[in-house]
């Protein structure tokens, strides 16, 4: 890859990463009243439906769709979490997501009930040759798995490629597909799923459709191999590590390090060594009286600022009260991207290949 290829990669992360500033700035009283207006105008009494217009829809949805590759999908929520699970997001947060705290029964019941009730609309066959089997796996697949692995199954901003995976390949009963559906990979950020087994045939149906449709069609691989990225020097990259780039004053091979190789690999540690985007920002708030509250930077647009603090307390003000100070080490990985050349990041990817 070169490196007008791979910086177009980090700032595709990086617009993302800050799309909570959009999120923010359309989440106001006049956008909210429009929204809800519009489904009384369609003729939706639910009250459920009314707040979830107000509150999520501009980030999900009006039809809990999902607003990819930013937001994910609520179509289907309730195969991965529990209503009090759904209830504590939703009143404290996650990533970017602002708390909603006000948010109190009887409208958290009545909310709680619309995003956790299937939408029979969102059950429509996605045209897979006409196998009802692989159809309705192709519904829930698109509920549920397209956010991270794509909507054809060959891989998305944060899953990979489950056309080439080689359990998916190797798996003839669809057990293991199935366990790991299950059971998720904590480790790597998958959440368990609560199918009923007709749902779960269906969805393994729908991959194997999916490798199917891959193999019938040699030669149109989308995703990066790990191969692609193994073609720098390693002693070179070690070099740029410990000198120019700078990457030894913040890191360490037998510390932070250790083992990075083992835990990512291919383009989802070079996503990690261009723009880590991941990495907290800090930031501490200095109200008026003089009181200070630091915690996670959670998002900053042109007028506001929140943050959640250690026990998961989300809070945030209007900048024009207080003053803050915004802990960012990840601005030293963006101050490298006019600097690096093509064999800067070859190199350096080749080296961090070898900290297993």
């Not at 700035?25 to 809800?36: Q, T």
């Not at 998958?190 to 007709?198: A, E, H, Q, V």
Request: proline fraction near 5%.
């Amino acid at each position: 890859m070169k490196k007008a290829q791979l910086l177009h990669f980090a700032v595709t992360v990086l617009a993302i990463a800050t799309g909570s500033i959009l999120c923010s700035f359309l989440r106001s009283p006049v956008h909210a009243a429009a929204l809800g207006a519009a489904v009384q105008a369609g003729g939706a009494q639910d009250e459920g439906a009314a707040s979830y217009a107000e509150h999520c829809a501009i980030c999900h949805g009006d039809h809990r769709e999902g607003n990819l590759p930013a937001f994910p999908p609520l179509t289907g929520i309730e195969h991965q979490m529990s209503e009090a699970q759904i209830a504590d997001i939703i009143q404290k947060g996650k990533d970017r997501m602002p708390g909603f705290p006000e948010i109190k029964d009887p409208e958290l019941a009545m909310l709680l009930h619309f995003v956790s009730t299937p939408d029979a609309s969102q059950r429509a066959a996605a045209g897979s040759g006409g196998n009802a089997e692989v159809e309705a796996g192709a519904a829930i697949f698109k509920q549920n798995c397209s956010f991270c692995h794509g909507r054809d199954a060959q891989g998305g901003e944060t899953g990979p490629d489950l056309t080439q995976s080689k359990l998916v390949l190797a798996d003839k009963t669809g057990d293991a597909i199935a366990a790991v559906v299950r059971e998720g990979r904590p480790a790597k950020k998958m959440p368990p799923f609560k199918f009923s087994d007709t749902e779960l045939h269906g969805l393994i149906a729908f991959i194997r459709d999916r490798v199917a449709l891959a193999e019938a069609h040699p030669g149109g691989r989308r995703g990066v191999d790990v191969a692609d990225l193994q073609t720098g020097n390693a002693e070179a990259g070690k070099a740029y590590f410990n000198g120019a780039g700078g990457c030894a004053r913040c890191h360490s091979p037998t510390g932070d390090l250790s083992g990075i190789a083992s835990r990512l690999e291919g383009l989802k540690l070079e996503e990690q060594m261009l723009y880590p985007w991941e990495a907290k920002r800090s930031v501490t708030v200095t109200e008026a009286s003089g009181k200070k509250v630091t915690g996670t930077l959670i998002y900053e647009d042109e007028f506001s600022v929140a943050l959640r603090e250690a026990d998961g307390t989300h809070r945030s003000w209007f900048k024009n009260r207080v003053r803050y100070k915004i802990d960012a080490p990840v601005e030293a990985h963006v101050e490298l991207f006019p600097k690096y050349t093509d064999d800067d990041i070859h190199n350096l990817m080749a080296y961090l290949q070898t900290l297993r």
